[in-house]
């Protein structure tokens, strides 16, 4: 999880926007977000950031409760 190189691409699907954030295929693959390619290093542009921590946020906080 952190900063995104300048010029990278947002991989969901049909999105073609500079990607900011960078997420683990797994943490991603818990979301609807559908990704080009099986990449295990996942960049997602802003929207697509937002839309998947809405998500995972629950199964975030299960997560979390289970420790
Ligand atoms: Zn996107």
Known sequence: MGKVDKGVKCMAKDCGNLAER???AEQVSKSSIRIEGNARRIYLC???YKQWKKETKKARELEHLAY
């Open 22 to 24: 960078s997420l683990s």
């Open 46 to 48: 802003h929207e697509h």
